[in-house]
């Protein structure tokens, strides 16, 4: 009768408009009241505004998903990569190599505490420079790290500076690739704290990660990297190719805080580019139900 009220003496055509958006809103909507939103109109069948309106998220929920599993398609993945969970509010703590003079060391980590189901993809040296590989990883929202060494990055610390905008960290990989623990104290200081000073020039930040040539190092390698002002060692446990991945362990799999090394390298170097090292990377994490996520946040 309130509809009917407000109704009474206007035009045959405005009648029939409100009519027809009362029975698609709900006649407590329409009419300015008299119903919660929350219910449906009695006899008719067609919820309220605020029920449809939980439709939209879920819409576009779909259309969201629809879009990554195109992009995904669109570099050759049959299924888009995993989101990573939440990083933690707290950083794992990581048990420092050593002490020396009383003072910790930096810790070496070849894989991350988490119970995530999360692995870490870290890419060394800086020779290939595929603006391909820099799109597919932004276009996925795929993270990763990259370790430099100064010469071969020199050529074009710009193309890891474009990474670093997209929130790519750049971390510490020694001037020339030597083996550290064949130089003398001055050598390695020379390679390691050398390249800290071009890092923090060339990107504006002094790394806090370095990754000795090889993985090898000494004692006197990890408190000359301390004095330069590293604090985390990363190593790995899982090595990348364009066609394979060397396992750490005995039963082939990845495992929660995997580190996994790969390299900026092309088909110069070996039998692929650098989007399809991205896509075996990929393709087993989330086969065996694993996301890449960001090392910076958890060491």
Known sequence: MRLVGLLRGRPVRDVVVWCVLGAAAGYGAVAGGGGRDDEPVSGSGIAA???????????GQEGASARRAAVARRWGLAAPPLRAPKPPSEKPDLVPARRAGGRELPAVVSRVP????????????????????????RELDVPYSAFLSHYLAKEDYGYFRGMQKLGTGLHNHTLNHPFLPGLDAAGQRKEI???????????????RLFRPPYGEYTAQTLRIARSCGIRVVPLWTQEVFPDRMDHGGADRRLHPGDIILTHF?????????????????????????????RLEDYV
Do not use: H, Y
């Not at 505004?49 to 819409?59: K, Y």
């Not at 870290?122 to 290939?128: L, S």
């Not at 050398?194 to 002094?206: A, D, H, K, P, S």
């Open 114 to 137: 988490t119970d995530q189901r999360v692995v870490f993809l870290t890419i060394d040296d800086g020779d290939d420079k595929d603006p391909e590989f820099v799109r597919m990883m």
């Open 265 to 293: 390298r092309g088909r110069g170097d070996w039998p692929g580019s650098m989007p399809d090292v991205a896509r075996r990377v990929l393709r087993t994490a989330t086969e065996q139900g694993f996301a890449l996520a």
């Open 193 to 207: 704290c050398g390249q800290q000073r071009n890092l923090r020039r060339e990107t504006g930040r002094r790394p």
């Open 49 to 59: 505004p605020a029920a449809g309106a939980a439709l939209g998220p879920a819409r």
